[in-house]
């Protein structure tokens, strides 16, 4: 589990850091989307550490709750576009950016069930 955890909170780092070279090479003039990148920035620390510290399967439920949604939003903003901004999946970093929000996703659910598992086994 904390093995589980650690590469998931390592993850959302990686996440984090490409978001905020994106939100500091141009994104944050972009209305709306600008401080949403910020806010992936901020949430996506934070919810490492949380992961990390706490190895709770609600911890680890939320990292990857918020890792779907960063792929979601990512992929709505390609697709259909989003708050007026439409990107590109061969916008600098998009693609590094979705596979590793996918690695964080399945880690963090892989997380979430064993440590779901643990604690129903402990209680009995």
Do not use: N
């Amino acid at each position: 589990m904390a093995g589980l955890c650690a590469a998931g909170g390592v993850l959302l780092i990686i996440s984090a850091v490409i978001h905020l070279h994106l939100w500091s090479s141009g994104y944050r003039h972009i209305h709306i989307i600008g401080p949403l990148f910020l806010v992936q920035v901020v949430l996506g620390f934070a919810l490492a550490v949380a992961v990390v510290a706490l190895g709770a399967p609600a911890a680890s439920a939320a990292g990857a709750g918020f890792a779907g949604g960063t792929v979601v939003g990512l992929l709505v903003s390609v697709h259909v576009g989003l708050f007026g901004f439409k990107d590109s999946l061969s916008a600098p970093y998009a693609t590094m950016s979705l596979d590793v929000e996918i690695a964080a996703l399945a880690v963090l659910i892989l997380a979430t069930g064993v440590g779901a598992r643990r604690v129903l086994r402990a209680r009995g």
